[in-house]
Nanobody
């Protein structure tokens, strides 16, 4: 069973920036990772895709974050990041990372991002 470890959430003012990171625990035992993605979930709502990146680096974003968020990956380290800028109160949510490893999808535990003055 693979555990994904997230970091970087927190409280930020509107217009601010945050960087989220995700990596498999004990990643030295993982040889390759397929697609990676970030999702977010607001209270009372379903989890929704924020950004997606394929194994070869093709990216896709939710319309609400295009131009503000950037997803990236380091295939040598099997890590993934989400750079978030120009944050808005409506970006407040629990953010989850997702990775496909060995044709199975794994989830991180979630990290809270709160955008508020």
């Amino acid at each position: 069973q693979v555990q994904l470890v997230e970091s970087g959430g927190g409280l930020v003012q509107p217009g601010g920036s945050l960087r989220l990171s995700c990596a498999p625990h004990e990643s030295e035992y993982i040889f390759s990772v397929g697609a990676m993605a970030w999702y977010r979930q607001e209270p009372g709502k379903q989890r929704a895709l924020v950004a997606h990146i394929t194994a070869v680096g093709t990216t896709n974003y939710a319309d609400s974050v295009k131009g503000r968020f950037t997803i990236s990956r380091d295939n040598a380290k099997n890590t993934m990041s989400l750079e978030m800028s120009s944050l808005k109160p409506e970006d407040t949510a629990v953010y989850y990372c997702n990775m496909v490893i060995g044709f199975q999808a794994y989830w991180g535990q979630g990290t809270q991002v709160t955008v508020s003055s």
